[in-house]
């Protein structure tokens, strides 16, 4: 069912996975943990890499898709591509509820406090209520609603509409669009600066970052290369993070100028997360079934971390202790099975 058009709705957010085999890593955290998405058994795999084993095995909803952690850590979510949110126990590694969201969900995210989770649906964004483990809201949006951030105060969000070349600007407080912002074609991924005055977008079909001041609405394009399909930033705001899937590299862009700095080859990312802890970058590098590990101030790979299956999201943990990792069973695009 991954088609060119779920591709291009999905790309940043629907992780079909399998099992997950563990690997290695250079200088790896000490403690450090990852958690995998599996399609086959629908479930969580827990890995200790340090160890090198596997911890733990939870099994989740159909078609386990992007899964956030909660701020403490406590609590991972996880959405099911069959319209559920499974919520995850880290302690105890079991589910703990099982939560209907709209349909064929993709994004998701926590708020800063952890009271609230996003997800992104057909229907607009679900507002799930994390003390009751249930909807409270949904949010209607513009059309294709794929990725999703939240600000630093918590009191915006904001959502990408693939179709209509926008990002919705949702007061948290009201639960109502404040604003609609023009962008590039096929926005996808998107991401807020640390101190909440720049929204990064990455225009999936028009080969632009989108970077947009939150004080004025201003916006500006920086050309990227092919397709990019994931953005994200450093714990310091300083350096903003494009993948590119059919571009074969991850670019590492000065925030302040603008500049690309450096270009990171990687066969096949897809999406990657920045650990707060060592500022290493964590990078699902989907052909190669591996996670690739760069540190973006020399702008090389300094570590893999072999999977059995194809990578998709990827997450590090609040603490930087651990690292979630999502997985198809076929890689993606032309270079997949």
Same mark, same amino acid.
């Given at each position: ?55 733990? %095995? /939870?099994?989740?909803?159909?078609? !386990?898709?992007? +899964? *956030?952690? $909660?701020?403490? &850590?406590?609590? #991972? @979510? =996880? ?100 604003? %609609? /912002?023009?962008?590039?074609?096929? !926005?996808?991924? +998107? *991401?807020? $600066?640390?101190? &909440?005055?720049? #929204? @990064? =977008? ?136």
């Amino acid at each position: 069912m991954i088609g060119q058009h779920s591709f291009l709705k999905h790309n940043c957010a629907v992780f079909l996975a399998a099992a997950l085999v563990i690997g290695t890593m250079a200088s790896p955290a000490k403690g450090a943990s990852l958690y995998g998405v599996s399609l086959s058994g629908g479930t969580v795999a827990v890995i200790d890499i340090p160890q090198g084993r596997l911890v733990a %095995t /939870i099994n989740v909803g159909t078609q !386990p898709a992007d +899964i *956030a952690a $909660s701020p403490n &850590g406590r609590r #991972i @979510y =996880v959405v099911n591509t069959n319209g559920t949110v499974s919520v995850i126990n880290t302690q105890r590694n079991v589910v703990i509820k099982t939560i209907p969201v709209g349909r064929h969900p993709s994004g998701i995210v926590v708020g800063p406090l952890g009271r609230r989770v996003y997800v992104t649906n057909d229907d607009g964004v679900s507002v799930i209520n994390t003390s009751r483990n249930a909807v409270a809201k949904t949010i209607t949006v513009g059309r294709a609603p794929v990725g999703v951030a939240v600000s630093p105060d918590g009191h915006w969000l904001y959502v990408t509409n693939q179709a209509d070349n926008t990002v919705s600007v949702i007061d948290i407080t009201r639960e109502t669009i404040f604003k %609609t /912002i023009t962008v590039g074609v096929s !926005p996808s991924s +998107i *991401a807020v $600066s640390p101190n &909440g005055h720049w #929204i @990064y =977008v990455a225009d999936w079909g028009g080969n632009m970052l989108s970077v947009i001041n939150v004080q004025n609405g201003v916006t500006k394009n920086i050309p990227v290369v092919t397709r990019p399909n994931w953005v994200a930033t450093d714990p310091t705001g300083k350096w903003i993070y494009v993948t590119s899937f059919f571009g074969h590299s991850v670019l590492v862009i000065d925030a302040r100028t603008g500049v690309i700095t450096k270009t990171i080859a990687v066969a096949s990312p897809m999406f990657l997360s920045v650990s707060p802890r060592s500022g290493l970058i964590y990078i699902a590098n989907n052909w190669a079934k591996r996670v690739s590990i760069s540190n973006p101030k020399s702008g090389k790979i300094v570590g893999n971390i072999q999977l059995e299956q194809y990578p998709m999201g990827i997450v590090v943990s609040p603490a930087g202790d651990k690292v979630y990792v999502t997985e198809w069973r076929h890689a993606l695009g032309p270079g997949g099975g």
